[in-house]
């Protein structure tokens, strides 16, 4: 009974689980033989033959028959007297076979085989799961909100396979209901315990590249290619794109007309603002283009420091700088060049390092990494615009603005 027992659930396994028959019969032997194991000291001398259709279920121990009183490994011999009993032709040498039950293992032994079994299944479907999820990390996937959690929102795709995507995955602007679907590239895959951690990123620069190759043929057929992109998620992104055929206008091709082809991509991305750009090996050039809006006057490298000096109409420096500094900040990323503005005209201007003796070394930092390198530069702006730029507090600028008026009015 418990045999046809242990089959029945076998099969609730075979009609629940993705499992092909020989890896299920493959589980339940290995199960099998774990317990004999335990039981007899080994199971190289049993024969396990399953049958999930029929419900049968066979266990037979082989042993070899010994005089009475000579049996040295009680697990492999048998004596003549008891395999006599089996069969009463047997004599000394032969083999015996005799069939052992699950009863015999014990009802223990039986209740944890069970538990074993559903454990080593779970096992398999979860190594099959952390295999299939790592093939795809990289990749565009699409899972239905489950549960919304502080934290994290935990997904689930077609199969019922859970997906993490943590609160730091996520677009600023990004607001998520029960059932809704929700698409993401997979970031990561990793084993926690037996268990796979699934982890979606909807901010890695990845996921634009890969909306690109989705949503733009030419891109999608190699016709384009995506050299590189930066973003910072949900405000601003530049993606440099190329084209080996000289027919092709990349740029135009991936915005379409009047910003056709892109804008599904923006919405997807809680209409983060990208700038397409024409990628090329001309760096100069390429830290010009990178600076889209601003129109530079002229550009000075340093390749050694990974620097350029970028000279720019005073019109043109906030369109160069952008909104909290994001596209100069995105410029530097793409082209890998610390880019320093610096305005025409600006030859009665004073360096803000200048006043390292009355600014403190970090505050001066935090104007740099704004753009604003000069006293000008910052006497020019609006304290409010300052503030949002910077992260610095009202009375520390409120405070800098007041020693820059006194260098220009001494």
């Not at 989705?214 to 995506?226: A, M, S």
Request: with cysteine; aromatic share 6%.
């Amino acid at each position: 009974m418990e045999n046809v027992a242990l089959i029945e659930s076998f099969s609730e396994f075979k009609d629940d689980k993705l499992i092909d028959r020989v890896t299920l019969m493959a589980i339940l032997e290995d199960v099998l033989r774990n317990a004999l194991k335990k039981k007899y000291g080994d199971d190289d001398n049993f024969d396990i033959i399953i049958n999930p259709d029929k419900g049968d279920l066979e266990i037979w121990r082989n042993r070899i028959v010994v005089a009475d009183g000579e049996v040295e490994e009680p697990n492999q011999e048998i004596e003549l007297t008891e395999a006599q009993k089996i069969e009463p032709d047997f004599e000394v040498g032969e083999d015996v076979a005799e069939e052992v039950k699950l009863i015999d293992l014990g009802r223990r032994s039986i209740l944890a085989l069970r538990q074993n079994l559903i454990s080593k299944i779970h096992e398999h479907d979860n190594t099959n799961i952390y295999k299939h999820f790592k093939e795809l990390e990289g990749e565009i996937y699409t899972a239905e909100v489950h549960h919304i959690r502080h934290r994290a929102i935990i997904l689930l795709d077609d199969d019922g396979n859970e997906i993490i995507l943590p609160k730091d995955k996520q677009i600023p602007s990004d607001f998520f209901r029960k059932g809704e679907n929700v698409r993401g590239i997979i970031e990561s895959v990793e084993l926690k315990g037996s268990k796979p951690a699934i982890i979606m990123s909807r901010t890695s620069p990845i996921f634009l590249e890969k909306l690109f190759e989705q949503e733009i043929p030419e891109v999608f057929d190699g016709l384009i290619t995506v050299k590189k992109v930066v973003r910072i998620p949900g405000e601003k992104a530049k993606v440099a794109v190329d084209s080996y055929d000289d027919r092709i206008d990349p740029v135009g091709a991936c915005v379409g007309m009047k910003g056709s082809r892109i804008h599904g991509i923006v919405r997807e991305l809680g209409n983060e603002n990208i700038d397409v750009i024409n990628y090329t090996n001309n760096v100069q050039l390429f830290v010009t283009r990178a600076l889209s809006p601003a129109r530079v006057t002229s550009l000075k490298l340093d390749e050694e420091n990974m620097r350029a000096e970028v000279l720019l109409k005073p019109e043109e420096v906030s369109k160069a700088i952008g909104r909290g500094g994001h596209n100069i900040r995105l410029a530097g990323q793409l082209t890998g060049y610390e880019i320093d503005v610096f305005r025409e005209g600006a030859e009665e201007d004073v360096e803000l390092k200048e006043f390292s003796d009355e600014i403190e070394g970090w505050v001066i930092s935090e104007f740099s990494k704004a753009g604003l390198d000069t006293a000008k530069s910052i006497l020019e702006q609006d304290v409010n615009d300052l503030v949002k730029r910077t992260d610095l507090e009202e009375e520390t600028i409120l405070d800098v603005i007041r020693i820059l008026k006194e260098e220009f009015e001494d």
